[in-house]
Antibody, heavy 118, light 107 residues
Framework: EEQLLESGGGLVQPGGSLTLSCAASGFTFSGQAMTWVRQVPGKGLEWVSTISGSGDYTYYGDPVKGRFTISRDNSKNILYLQMNSLRAEDTAIYFC???????????WGQGTLVTVSS | DIQMTQSPSSLSASVGDRVTITCRAS??????LNWYQQKPGKAPKLLIYGASSLQSGVPSKFSGSGSGTDFTLTISSLQPEDFATYYCQQSFSSPPTFGGGTKVEIK
């Protein structure tokens, strides 16, 4: 069974940094592009970032470009999201997901909540 | 960016009802349209991709149709486990974008 498990969320002050992790199992991790999608609690879904299977190619949404960095460790089957210069508007649940076709996401992890507040 | 607009934003329906949700893209996306179901406190789950292809394991009461800019998700006979929020998403071009969601509630 394919599984994704996020961790690393929490409360951080504006301007601070946080790194999220997503542990993958049940599939060949290095062969799949991976994605982060976020959701303000009670609101809609917003694509954040995608990384190719090799890690050579990365893509970012405009709201996080220059502040967030997506990476992966294919030896450990872990996806990361390094978030710097955090803003209140980054407060959301962050989900990781496997890309089964270009921009098509399945499955998703259970999410980890990031709260940016002083 | 391609804007995705869902309607209605919420609806009330009874068990056994046939339910239809509409999604409209701001430009043509061919059939690069996907539907997800999200229950409270849970992750989204892929139901339909390519506008009309059922994801493995998803019951056949769910169906999708449409192409170009207008799409529909239909639940043929609503069951208690189907009460959730449904999102459309375009995978035609970057950035991938989602509709605002349709919350299906119990009447």
């Amino acid at each position: 069974e394919e599984q994704l498990l996020e961790s690393g969320g929490g409360l951080v002050q504006p301007g601070g940094s946080l790194t999220l992790s997503c542990a993958a199992s049940g599939f060949t991790f290095s062969g799949q592009a991976m994605t982060w999608v976020r959701q303000v609690p009670g609101k809609g879904l917003e694509w954040v970032s995608t990384i190719s299977g090799s890690g050579d190619y990365t893509y970012y949404g405009d709201p996080v470009k220059g502040r967030f960095t997506i990476s992966r460790d294919n030896s450990k089957n872990i996806l990361y999201l390094q978030m710097n210069s955090l803003r209140a508007e980054d407060t959301a649940i962050y989900f990781c997901s496997k890309e089964i076709l270009e921009w098509l996401f399945d499955p998703w992890g259970q999410g980890t909540l990031v709260t940016v507040s002083s | 960016d391609i804007q995705m607009t869902q309607s209605p934003s919420s609806l009330s329906a009874s068990v056994g009802d046939r339910v239809t949700i509409t999604c409209r893209a701001s430009q043509s996306i061919s059939t690069y349209l996907n539907w997800y179901q999200q229950k409270p406190g849970k992750a989204p789950k892929l139901l339909i991709y390519g506008a009309s292809s059922l994801q493995s394991g998803v019951p056949s009461k769910f169906s999708g149709s449409g192409s170009g800019t207008d799409f529909t998700l239909t639940i043929s006979s609503l069951q208690p486990e189907d009460f959730a929020t449904y999102y459309c998403q375009q995978s035609f071009s970057s950035p991938p974008t989602f509709g605002g969601g349709t919350k299906v509630e119990i009447k």
